[in-house]
Structures are given as C-alpha cells and as structure tokens.
C-alpha cells in the first residue's frame, strides 16, 4: 500500500514538474525565445506536436532519433509549446544534443500560414495547411494495415554525435577480424531471463558464451588497451573488446566495427534490437544475429546477414565464417551497404515517412519491442 502510494506521488510529481521545477521552467522559455526566427523562406518544415511524455522515452532516443532524421532529410524542425515534452530538452541528455541546431518553436499550429507536414501524438482535426499527418502510436503492437510505419531502431545519439555519417569504408578492404564484438557485457544487465522466456533468444551472454566456446583460446583476442588493437593490422579470428575492461572510445567505434567482417550482434539489456546493430551495417560488418526480423524491412539470411536459431546453429556459423573466402565475405558486405543506404542512412527513413502516397499515417514507436 505504502508503495503504491510512493508511486502515485511520484507521477503526480513528474506531472507538474515542467511547471515548478527551474530547470525544466528555464529550458522550456528558452526553446520558446527561439520562435521562428532560424526558418529560411522556402524551407519545408515539420511541425512536432507532442503532449504525452511517453515520446521522451528510452532517454529521449526516440525524440532525438526522429527530429535528427528530419533535419538529415532537410527539413526544418518546428515544435509546438507544449510544456511536458518541450521542457525536457534541458534535462535529457540526448534531446539537449539538437540544441545546437536550427529549430523553430510555435504556441500554436494556427501560426503556421505555410504548407507543412505534421507529426503529431495528438487525436485532433487536422489542419488546414498540413499536407501529410502522422499520428504517433506508442501501443506495443506491430504494422496491421496499409498505411502504418513502424520506427526503427537508429545509430545511438551520443555516436551520431561524435562521427560523421554516412561512414566511409571501401568494400573490397581486407579485415583484420573476422568476428568482432564489443559492448557491455555485465551479468546483471545482459544476462535476463527477459531475452530467453519473452522473446525466445539467447543472450548477450548466451552468445558470447557459445561464440568462445566454438574456438581455440588462441584464436580470440581479448584487447587490453583499444588504441593499441585500433591501430594494429594483425589478424584474428575473434576480437572481443569488453567495455568493463577494455572501453573503446565513442569517436572510435566505428573505426573499429569497420575492422571487422562480422559483428556479433546481441541483444540489449530488456529487448533483441541493439543499436550496435546499426552501427555495425553503418561501418559495413555483416551482423550475426537472431532477431533480423525485428527491422521494420526484415534483414535476409545469407544476403546481408547470418542467422541462427540456438546455440547449435550459432556455432555452425563461427565455423563457417571462419572457412569464408573474401570474395564471399565481400558479397555479403556489398549487400550490407545496399541494405544501409537504402533503410538506414541519414534521413532514409523521414523519407519513406512523408514522401508516401498517404495523406494520414500511424507511426508505431514500439513495434521493434513486440515478440515475434
């Protein structure tokens, strides 16, 4: 009982905190400060009007993620004054990063007398000036018509922040490891029963278990100081770069994805898809994973990926990669990058969200958390 009450004062806190809190009531009338002024005439604009803090979830990677991917598309940002998610861009780590960007704010979506596209959580009538309207769904559920979309799964913010994308790789490069991993692999985090019973999937865990288990100690490396392993040629079977022990830095971590031929792509801590994923196709690493289907355009089993199904076909795979040819392991990479330009670059997926043939669309922000 006590609990439940504990729980109760804390939402009704965070309900009225974007209005008490001088924080959160400084960032707020910052962003408002800004109004319109940054706009150049002719730029097309998307006005997000969002009212449920539920957009700022995962740390604000589902609000950064979209509104990056609109400015990477080039369009121009605008957000409606609404008080429980605009004020949240002082305290979020990642919505702060667009901070530094040109953005407009309006109090009301009457202000805009130009033609416009709207994203919205909202269930209201739709303006006269906007030409396409998106409805922000954040139901568990996957796409069930024509028409809904699902949200991917985007390279982290603070990586975004630190590289420039699209990352540059030649394809036809020789690679000094041909399985690499790196990541946090702390038990308490990535080893949950949540992966195995919900979703039916190995664990992070789980996998680099089985990966070790399939080969010789000889045959992995396990770096103690990442800029030595960055900066050295010496090939190796599998390189397995903990970040408890051995961190690489953020503004390295592509470099090193794209020392590999494949990445071991493990689940997160409470769900399959990882943004390493992404990151590793970014860097042109062919993923071994178990959840290719969790992409809104599923990946494809010996096109631009290898997937197993238990430990047994896990270990087939080390094998089998490790016997690759490089003409083999480059097909798989061209198809790779082919599958990246074409669903995960900068600004690709605004694109197949407002340049579509529907005027109204639902957007499913957690499709990807949904077991198939």
Same mark, same amino acid.
């Given at each position: 009982?006590?609990?439940?009450?504990?729980?109760?004062?804390?939402?009704?806190?965070?309900?009225?905190?974007?209005?008490?809190?001088?924080?959160?009531?400084?960032?707020?009338?910052?962003?408002?400060?800004?109004? =319109?002024?940054?706009?150049?005439?002719?730029?097309?604009?998307?006005?997000?009007?969002?009212?449920?803090?539920?957009?700022?979830?995962?740390?604000?990677?589902?609000?950064?993620?979209?509104?990056?991917?609109?400015?990477?598309?080039?369009?121009?940002?605008?957000?409606?004054?609404?008080?429980?998610?605009?004020?949240?861009?002082?305290?979020?780590?990642?919505?702060?990063?667009?901070?530094?960007?040109?953005?407009?704010?309006?109090?009301?979506?009457?202000?805009?007398?130009?033609?416009?596209?709207?994203?919205?959580?909202?269930?209201?009538?739709?303006?006269?000036?906007?030409?396409?309207?998106?409805?922000?769904?954040?139901?568990?559920?996957?796409?069930?018509?024509?028409?809904?979309?699902?949200?991917?799964?985007?390279?982290?913010?603070?990586?975004?922040?630190?590289?420039?994308?699209?990352?540059?790789?030649?394809?036809?490069?020789?690679?000094?490891?041909?399985?690499?991993?790196?990541?946090?692999?702390?038990?308490?985090?990535?080893?949950?029963?949540?992966?195995?019973?919900?979703?039916?999937?190995?664990?992070?865990?789980?996998?680099?278990?089985?990966?070790?288990?399939?080969?010789?100690?000889?045959?992995?490396?396990?770096?103690?100081?990442?800029?030595?392993?960055?900066?050295?040629?010496?090939?190796?079977?599998?390189?397995?770069?903990?970040?408890?022990?051995?961190?690489?830095?953020?503004?390295?971590?592509?470099?090193?994805?794209?020392?590999?031929?494949?990445?071991?792509?493990?689940?997160?801590?409470? =769900?399959?898809?990882?943004?390493?994923?992404?990151?590793? =196709?970014?860097?042109?690493?062919?993923?071994?994973?178990?959840?290719?289907?969790?992409?809104?355009?599923?990946?494809?089993?010996?096109?631009?990926?290898?997937?197993?199904?238990?430990?047994?076909?896990?270990?087939?795979?080390?094998?089998?990669?490790?016997?690759?040819?490089?003409?083999?392991?480059?097909?798989?990479?061209?198809?790779?990058?082919?599958?990246?330009?074409?669903?995960?670059?900068?600004?690709?997926?605004?694109?197949?969200?407002?340049?579509?043939?529907?005027?109204?669309?639902?957007?499913?922000?957690?499709?990807?958390?949904?077991?198939?």
């Amino acid at each position: 009982m006590i609990a439940k009450f504990g729980k109760s004062l804390e939402a009704a806190y965070r309900e009225i905190r974007p209005f008490i809190s001088p924080p959160y009531r400084r960032a707020f009338q910052k962003l408002v400060a800004r109004g =319109m002024e940054e706009w150049r005439e002719g730029e097309p604009i998307v006005c997000c009007d969002f009212v449920n803090p539920a957009i700022d979830s995962v740390g604000g990677r589902y609000y950064f993620s979209l509104v990056r991917d609109l400015i990477d598309a080039g369009y121009f940002p605008v957000f409606t004054a609404r008080r429980a998610t605009l004020s949240t861009f002082g305290t979020s780590r990642m919505k702060s990063l667009l901070l530094k960007e040109r953005l407009g704010v309006i109090q009301s979506l009457d202000e805009l007398k130009q033609p416009y596209f709207l994203i919205t959580d909202r269930d209201a009538p739709t303006p006269a000036n906007a030409e396409r309207v998106v409805v922000v769904s954040y139901q568990w559920r996957t796409c069930q018509k024509a028409g809904e979309i699902a949200f991917p799964v985007f390279v982290h913010p603070q990586i975004t922040e630190k590289v420039e994308l699209p990352f540059p790789y030649e394809v036809p490069t020789t690679r000094s490891a041909r399985i690499f991993f790196g990541g946090n692999t702390e038990e308490r985090k990535y080893d949950k029963n949540v992966i195995r019973d919900i979703y039916g999937m190995l664990t992070r865990r789980d996998m680099l278990a089985v990966t070790c288990a399939a080969l010789q100690p000889e045959q992995i490396l396990r770096p103690a100081d990442s800029g030595e392993w960055l900066a050295s040629s010496t090939f190796h079977p599998f390189v397995l770069c903990e970040t408890q022990h051995c961190k690489i830095p953020q503004e390295r971590w592509l470099d090193a994805l794209a020392k590999a031929d494949f990445f071991l792509a493990c689940p997160g801590v409470g =769900m399959p898809l990882c943004h390493n994923l992404i990151e590793a =196709m970014a860097a042109g690493a062919v993923p071994i994973l178990q959840y290719g289907d969790y992409l809104p355009e599923p990946l494809r089993d010996g096109v631009n990926c290898l997937t197993f199904r238990d430990p047994g076909s896990l270990r087939d795979i080390v094998d089998s990669v490790l016997s690759m040819t490089q003409e083999e392991i480059q097909t798989l990479r061209v198809n790779t990058r082919e599958y990246y330009e074409e669903f995960l670059a900068p600004g690709r997926f605004v694109e197949r969200l407002l340049c579509s043939p529907y005027f109204r669309r639902t957007l499913l922000l957690n499709a990807y958390r949904v077991p198939r």
